[in-house]
């Protein structure tokens, strides 16, 4: 387990926002646990830097910039200064917010790319590169797509991102087309610089057995790392970049100038407020990086063995969200699955607040998060407003009306117990990256406070014994204080407000979780309260899940070729299938059942499906000539290095289908008792064995 707090500084990044776009908040996803992280850190006495900044180069920056007539530096800037704005918005706050077009990054970049140089580990190599002859240049990644050579889907150029989303090099597509004019494109040789990645591969097994973070990262890593390493291709044909050493005519891909972006930011905070970089990069400081879970192989393979071959410190710990989804479709801007953070959420007036907490406390940081506004109401209205705003407001309530002040009052030792016991648990569980455990254990004070003022009665104590309901009132303001420090790194504006009605002086942000237990000052006057979460409509969801589905069904119509009439057909079989309630399990027949093929099988390969948090690819021997593929979902409950060689019950004559790219032939069985538990036979079998 992570032990904070620690005599070690630390820093914290986020992965950066590609600035191409409008934020949506499945990026919200990793940002706002990030700044919730190193709040609490400040909280526990942490010495903690925050630094993140805008990915502004690739092809994409370029392909987008040509598309709407401008440059891509004025494209960055716009799209920089809106995610900047945003994340401030949002109660973001990092201590540097730069772009890798700083000249913090080219200079930065250059140093690590030279020393990879002068230590052996670039080296050229001629390789086939996609020309268009009509546009009269090469084609680097988005500029080029086509069929993907393992398997078959179209792809782009740097990604199989419609079929099994594997990393493709320069020269990999099949039937490659320039995606400016639409012409065929051919290949011509031109010489490239390669990263030699699989040199790398006894260093980065070592070093990922010891990375800190979620498992969900490290796992996926291992199971990739104990695959085949090639090396990466690190020069790409743009005038947008970072030019590679020697080499005007050529810059560095963006995945090497954009993990060195976390330095040249942290160099920026070093210079403005007088520290040292070097203590994080060159020292014994801990990194820990927030990223999604799609981003997982080039922040714990490919960031580490480039920072291992310049002579920096390597990521002490990896932390990986899981993938956010809008009816059960993964965001995606470009297709239209998504929910803007301004003009769906702030442009309507809901609290920044709100969303932190609800995406914090729906579910673990490592599982898929499927966006419901419904839920959301529910969360806020159950938790924020029934438990934790209740407590808050009728307490103070009182306290004005009978007392104007905090009243004099010993304040119980259970009361005590029940504050350090929460921060205890605070503190462990944000060491493990689990915010949903840290919310839900502050809510749980909320609510030991709510059965404290119920038992307590201070209602009638105030007609009778006002002395005894002034103890009640300072006990309950003291847990109220506790809360306000334990919800403020989720809740930071609105704790900022709480803190002021409990008549609490200073920097609520400065405050630490010692202070919670810090005695309340009688005599203290307290103002009118205010309440602090008012409750969510019907009307106010309803009409924003109307929005959102209208905007899923106009991407489902596009992808499916529908046309625009169709869209209502789809919406009312959606609001059909709502209404009809859950379908009954039906008895079957001996016969029915007869017609299922399961059989036992050994599984002989195991890998991690790219871009999927779930997801498994196996080799099967189910008894046939070849193996049989299938996928399962499986990723975050096992190894697949021990998958290998194990035997499970597979449906083998299930109709073949696709997820996330790859074709599955079949089923693997489990049960699922919050996770999946694999069913294998009482003793080894002859695999393709039948099961009767």
């Known amino acids: 387990m992570s032990k904070f707090p620690s005599d070690k500084p630390v820093l914290v990044t986020c992965g950066l926002p590609y600035v191409n776009g409008k934020a949506h908040i499945g990026h919200l996803r990793t940002y706002i646990p990030a700044d919730i992280f190193v709040r609490s850190l400040k909280k526990q006495g942490q010495e903690v830097v925050f630094v993140c900044g805008s990915d502004t180069h690739g092809t994409p920056i370029v392909v987008n910039a040509e598309q709407l007539n401008t440059t891509p530096d004025e494209l960055v800037r716009k799209y920089h200064k809106h995610f900047d704005e945003t994340f401030k918005d949002m109660n973001i706050h990092f201590d540097a917010f730069g772009t890798t077009d700083d000249p913090e990054n080219h200079n930065r970049t250059l140093d690590i790319v030279s020393k990879l140089i002068e230590s052996g580990y670039t080296y050229p190599k001629i390789i086939e590169i996609a020309y268009c002859p009509g546009c009269d240049r090469f084609l680097p990644d988005r500029y080029v797509q086509g069929i993907c050579p393992h398997c078959g889907e179209t792809a782009r150029g740097d990604e199989c991102d419609q079929g099994c989303e594997k990393h493709l090099e320069p020269g990999e597509l099949k039937e490659p087309k320039c995606t400016v004019c639409g012409g065929g494109a051919e290949y011509r040789k031109q010489e490239h610089y390669f990263f030699k990645l699989s040199e790398f591969k006894d260093f980065l097994l070592e070093y990922l057995e010891?990375?800190?973070?979620?498992?969900?990262?490290?796992?996926?890593?291992?199971?990739?790392?104990?695959?085949?390493?090639?090396?990466?291709?690190?020069?790409?044909?743009?005038?947008?970049?970072?030019?590679?050493?020697?080499?005007d005519d050529l810059v560095v891909y963006v995945w090497v100038d954009a993990p060195i972006g976390y330095i040249a930011f942290t160099e920026e905070w070093a210079s403005a407020n007088n520290g040292d970089w070097e203590k994080f990069w060159?020292?014994?400081?801990?990194?820990?990086?927030?990223?999604?879970?799609?981003?997982?192989?080039?922040?714990?393979?490919?960031?580490?063995?480039?920072?291992?071959g310049a002579g920096y410190s390597q990521p002490w710990a990896v932390v990986a969200s899981g993938m956010v989804k809008i009816e059960d479709k993964t965001f995606s801007k470009s297709r239209g699955y998504v929910v803007w953070v301004g003009e769906d959420y702030l442009d309507h007036g809901f609290h920044p607040d709100l969303l932190r907490y609800y995406l914090t406390s729906y579910t673990s940081h490592t599982k898929e998060l499927n966006f419901s506004w419904k839920v959301f109401q529910e969360k806020i209205n159950t938790e924020l407003v029934a438990v934790f705003g209740n407590f808050l407001y009728r307490t103070l309530l009182f306290a004005h009306k009978n007392f104007g002040e905090i009243p004099e009052g010993e304040i119980e030792q259970d009361v005590l117990d029940h504050i350090t016991g929460t921060i205890t648990k605070v503190n462990g569980v944000m060491g493990d990256y689990e915010f949903k455990k840290a919310v839900d254990s502050a809510m749980a004070l909320a609510s030991y406070g709510n059965v404290y003022f119920q038992s307590n009665e201070p209602w009638k104590l105030i007609k009778e014994d006002k002395t005894a309901c002034g103890k009640v009132v300072a006990n309950c303001i003291q847990i109220a204080k506790a809360l306000t420090i334990l919800f403020e790194p989720v809740l930071p504006q609105k704790m900022e407000e709480a803190w002021a009605q409990i008549g609490m002086v200073g920097d609520i942000h400065a405050a630490t979780y010692s202070d919670a237990t810090v005695l309340v000052n009688s005599g203290t006057q307290l103002p009118k309260p205010v309440i602090l979460f008012g409750k969510i409509e019907e009307d106010q969801t309803g009409k924003m899940e109307k929005i959102s589905s209208a905007r899923v069904a106009e991407a489902l119509a596009k992808e499916s070729g529908a046309k625009d009439g169709e869209v209502k057909?789809?919406?009312?079989?959606?609001?059909?299938?709502?209404?009809?309630?859950?379908?009954?399990?039906?008895?079957?027949?001996?016969?029915?059942?007869?017609?299922?093929?399961?059989?036992?099988?050994?599984?002989?390969?195991?890998?991690?499906?790219?871009?999927?948090?779930?997801?498994?690819?196996?080799?099967?021997?189910i008894g046939e000539d070849t193996p049989r593929q299938l996928v399962a979902g499986i990723k975050e409950t096992h190894d697949p290095v021990q998958l290998i060689g194990r035997q499970v019950v597979v449906f083998a004559n299930l109709k073949p289908a696709k997820l996330c790219g790859v074709e599955s032939r079949g089923m693997v069985l489990a049960g699922d008792t919050n996770g999946a538990v694999l069913l294998t036979p009482e003793k080894d079998v002859v695999p393709g064995t039948r099961v009767r």
């Open 282 to 308: 060159k020292g014994d400081g801990r990194i820990i990086h927030f990223i999604g879970g799609d981003i997982t192989y080039h922040h714990c393979i490919f960031w580490p063995a480039m920072l291992k």
């Open 569 to 621: 057909d789809m919406e009312t079989e959606k609001e059909n299938k709502t209404e009809t309630g859950p379908e009954t399990n039906e008895e079957i027949t001996f016969d029915d059942f007869s017609k299922l093929d399961i059989r036992i099988g050994k599984i002989v390969t195991a890998e991690p499906v790219r871009k999927s948090n779930k997801l498994m690819r196996l080799e099967v021997d």
């Open 210 to 247: 010891g990375m800190e973070g979620t498992s969900n990262a490290r796992n996926y890593a291992i199971g990739w790392v104990k695959q085949e390493l090639t090396d990466w291709c690190i020069t790409r044909n743009l005038d947008w970049g970072v030019k590679f050493p020697g080499h």
